[in-house]
């Protein structure tokens, strides 16, 4: 094992480089601190140092006492965790001297490695969108409702956002735009019911303030989804303390969040006041760009107040949602009543107050418990309910119910990555995100579904769009009742597609870009670009490809789970009305003798129209024509394998003729794609007539291309005008299906494409593509693994894996998390380099592990087999609890139940 040892000074970084256990270093250097560049810079010098040579750990010889951390140093004036700073640098464990001296080295590098392994830390405190992005990592939820990870005693400003949402519960405003009346819907941010601070001998209460805060640590541990912030202050009177706050939102008890509030005074005697509070003065303010839009959605209807228990009710405004919360504050000393609330708007808010005499270096420890009601998953009175609740919840309950449900999670759900600290921490944060974003929708009491968000923000609105096709595999393979339910949300409002496609004059169904509370569309009609801050036309809802990402689900639900029950009640009926859209939708070129589908846009979203074209929207997206043929493919398939008669009383539901039936296999085989003579498959038909951009000239101007679609708008442009793409398009139908069944799909279309055609498509569209979608890295790498380009995908997948916990957009992390990314993320590495395809016809495993990993470790549930996937550089190793027979690499492997199988690849 070869070590760093560092010794860290004011003005420099001495570090030297051994075998453990060696007395005498290798190699020695010392890196001068340079003023001018920032500390992350500075550490940079640290990795060039260290090119050429294995580091396995490090050890900071000269740490500070912390209570938080081990790796805490002075550098430049100022404290970091160099700690965490080189894991995240060099994917290393960094240790002090101390911990090596009461553990030993091997067990302080072990400890280390596990502890980071199970915990999502930040250190300092950040402003602005820094501090926003973190936020949202820091999300405690349970699927009812989402909390940002902001501090108890912020409000909502520049630098801090401690938003509330609820799932489904959405608001619709109007706003005059230009003398356009435009009407936005949008999860509402909900009172803010966390809000909890401390006084000092009844001075005013304690606000977040840079000049007063020496330290602040937040560690989200993910055994428990528990949320621990610790804070070193000192007051301008003089007066320190240390505040410890615990927050966690119960999984099993879903209305409940519980907040345990511990404060220490270091250097005085006196008297401690606690202040607590439910402030329903907040508004949707997460996002810049809505800031024009009429962003109150909330009305205060009444508080009530008791000794150590407020309420606060409510009603948003347009939607009429009702709902409560409830707040009881416990601890130490007697209840006060709160001082007199001076602001213009303090009718909206609801105060209480402890106060309790203190002596220096004891601990005092309050619990705020907090429960929230909607008239939404409620019936009956809401008071009744938040007071019953409120008096059954408590701290300790609520932490022995997260261990008990995340132990469970994590046996079920876990991913163990050896040898990289870094993925394997952000593997289950994404774990974390996929689950506390839905939990609670698996009760089937709460009426919604996997918005792209997630519950940590308000960017998107908090709509559901495409991006649960990424994540509903995983929640099929974990929690096949939170996955129906999720598309239950779906079924609820065929009625809603059906109707929007009948105003379209189409038949079937046409489920929308954007949904939220009924099912209707719900995309803005203009768009503010940044750059130019002026308002664009927005035409995404012509990505009526979402309709096929609802089948896709549909289907890929069933196949993983075997659940039969749901086709024939559900899912048929939404596969019909779906095919009958796109039937509709499909023209025959009499000329051709081919199917056209117009007027749609592709996943890319730069291109929405033909550049002097009175029409909207593409002709014969590649993407959209691909899956359409696949659609009708399962489609024609199903209905001869499913009961006969509950074929035929769908049918009749839906008026699915024999007629229409026809129609499906003439137009699965006739529809019109755009290929050139060199095999490259066309995004849309007249694809190959638009100029390429030149990147490089851009990337000189403006550095950052990702949103090129905004930069040529700013200059007079638009991207539908050359071949640029914000994200996969043309080859999204290899990531949802695989090559093989995508040349399938090319050749029953007529349409023969030449050997190696996916590695020249492939190459063909990553030089005209951006990558302005936090998804499109993660689908480039699951293509370019499936083309051998392994570098590259793991490039990629890095990218895509970092790209929350780095806010590699430059902001969009403060607006939430991208859930569908994380879900995207999560079963590649087991689908992909793995190899275990379990979206395939039948289980295959084909491993292509990462050279950077050691070994994959994971369970998966599939047609109501648990199977258990060990696999390495060499070997699968595989159990199953009922005997089945699955194809590793060249071998049929039949399985007996418990009983492991090896083999070699």
């Not at 990147?695 to 950052?704: A, H, L």
């Amino acid at each position: 094992m070869k070590i760093i040892t560092l010794h860290v000074l004011d003005d420099s970084l001495q570090v030297s480089y051994a075998p453990a256990g060696q007395p005498a270093a290798e190699r020695q250097f010392t890196i001068a601190y340079n003023s001018d560049q920032g500390i992350g810079e500075n550490l940079e010098n640290l990795r060039v140092k260290l090119v050429g040579l294995d580091v396995d750990a490090a050890v900071i010889d000269n740490a500070l006492s912390y209570p938080f951390s081990d790796t805490v140093v002075g550098i430049n004036h100022q404290r970091i965790d160099i700690g965490l700073a080189i894991t995240n640098m060099l994917n290393i464990p960094v240790v002090s001297s101390q911990a090596i001296a009461k553990q030993g080295l091997n067990a302080a590098l072990q400890a280390k490695r596990d502890y980071l392994s199970w915990h999502l830390d930040y250190y300092g405190q950040y402003q602005g969108k820094r501090n926003y992005g973190q936020e949202a990592m820091l999300t405690v939820g349970n699927g009812f409702f989402g909390l940002r990870g902001a501090y108890t005693e912020a409000h909502a400003d520049k630098d801090n956002y401690p938003g509330l949402y609820t799932a489904g519960l959405y608001d619709q405003l109007t706003t005059n735009i230009n003398g356009r009346q435009v009407t936005n819907e949008d999860l509402v941010n909900l009172p803010n019911a966390q809000a909890l601070t401390f006084g000092v001998d009844h001075q005013n209460p304690f606000q977040i303030k840079a000049s007063d805060i020496q330290d602040i640590y937040r560690s989200l541990d993910l055994h428990t989804g528990a949320l621990t912030t610790t804070m070193l202050v000192q007051l301008s009177t003089g007066h320190s303390l240390q505040i410890k706050t615990t927050k966690l939102a119960n999984m099993h008890d879903w209305h409940r969040l519980s907040i345990q509030y511990s404060v220490t005074p270091l250097n005085f005697a006196g008297s401690l006041q606690i202040y607590s509070e439910i402030d329903g003065s907040v508004i949707n303010a997460n996002v810049d760009r809505y800031a024009a839009f009429d962003q109150r959605h909330i009305k205060v209807t009444g508080t009530g107040q008791q000794p150590d228990t407020i309420y606060l009710e409510g009603q948003t405004r347009a939607s009429q949602v009702g709902f409560i919360l409830g707040s009881h504050l416990a601890g130490p000393g007697e209840a006060l009543a709160a001082p007199v609330d001076v602001r213009p708007n303090a009718e909206q808010h609801i105060q209480q107050m402890r106060s309790v005499a203190v002596q220096p270096n004891q601990t005092y420890t309050f619990e705020k418990n907090v429960v929230l009601f909607t008239d939404r998953e409620t019936d009956g009175d809401l008071m009744t309910a938040a007071s019953a609740e409120l008096a059954k919840t408590a701290f300790q309950n609520s932490l022995a119910s997260n261990t008990t449900y995340w132990q469970k999670r994590w046996q079920d759900a876990d991913i163990q990555i050896d040898g990289d600290i870094t993925a394997q921490k952000l593997t289950r944060v994404n774990l974390y995100h996929l689950f506390i974003s839905t939990q609670a929708i698996a009760s089937g009491k709460i009426d919604a579904s996997v918005n792209a968000r997630g519950l940590d923000g308000e960017a998107y609105r908090g709509h559901v769009f495409w991006d649960e096709m990424f994540d509903l595999p995983v929640y099929a393979l974990h929690d096949p009742q939170l996955a129906k339910q999720l598309l239950m949300y779906r079924y609820r409002r065929l009625p809603a597609a059906k109707k929007n496609a009948q105003a379209a004059g189409f038949a079937g169904a046409m489920y929308p870009w954007q949904s939220g509370e009924v099912g209707d569309e719900q995309s803005q009609v203009v768009h503010l670009n940044p750059l130019t801050n002026t308002w664009d036309p927005d035409y995404s809802s012509l990505q009526r490809h979402i309709s096929l990402a609802v089948a896709y689900n549909v289907i890929m639900y069933t196949h993983i789970t075997g659940d039969q029950a749901f086709m024939t009640d559900y899912g048929l009926e939404m596969l019909e009305e779906i095919a009958q859209f796109w039937l509709s939708k499909a023209k025959f070129d009499e000329q051709t003798q081919r199917y056209t589908i117009d007027q749609v846009m592709g996943p890319d979203e730069f291109h929405e129209n033909y550049p002097n074209s009175d029409d909207t929207g593409l002709s014969n997206n590649a993407y959209t024509n691909l899956m359409v043929t696949w659609l009708f493919n399962q489609l024609t398939t199903l209905r001869q394998k499913l009961p006969q008669a509950k074929v035929q009383a769908v049918d009749q539901k839906t008026d699915f003729t024999k007629a229409v039936a026809e129609k499906l296999y003439g137009v699965s085989h006739h529809l019109k794609l755009d290929i050139n003579e060199d095999g490259i498959i066309g995004q849309f038909e007249g694809y190959f007539k638009l100029p390429q951009l030149d990147f490089s000239k851009y990337q000189k101007k403006y550095g950052d291309i990702s949103r090129m679609d905004r930069i040529l708008k700013a200059e007079g442009k638009t991207p539908d005008a050359y071949q640029v793409a914000k994200q996969a398009d043309a080859l999204m139908a290899f990531y949802s299906l695989d090559a093989k069944t995508v040349m399938g799909l090319l050749k029953q279309l007529g349409y023969d494409l030449p050997k190696q055609a996916l590695l020249k498509n492939l190459q063909f569209y990553l030089d005209r593509t951006t990558h302005g979608s936090t998804l499109s890295r993660i689908v480039y790498a699951v293509l370019t693994a499936m083309a051998g380009n392994m570098d590259q995908s793991w490039q990629l997948f890095s990218q895509a894996l970092l790209s929350d916990y780095y806010d590699i957009q430059g902001g969009t992390t403060a607006e939430g998390i991208h859930l569908g990314v994380m879900g995207a993320v999560t079963l590649m590495s087991t689908r992909h380099y793995a190899g275990v395809d379990v979206l395939a016809p039948t289980i295959t495993v084909k491993p292509h592990l990462p050279k950077q990993w050691h070994a994959l470790r994971f369970s998966q549930l599939v047609r109501g087999i648990r199977y258990h996937f060990a696999i390495d550089h060499h070997q699968v190793k595989v159990t199953a609890d009922h005997a089945t027979t699955l194809t590793i690499g060249q071998h049929q492997v039949s399985l007996k139940p418990q009983q492991p199988a090896t083999i070699s690849y």
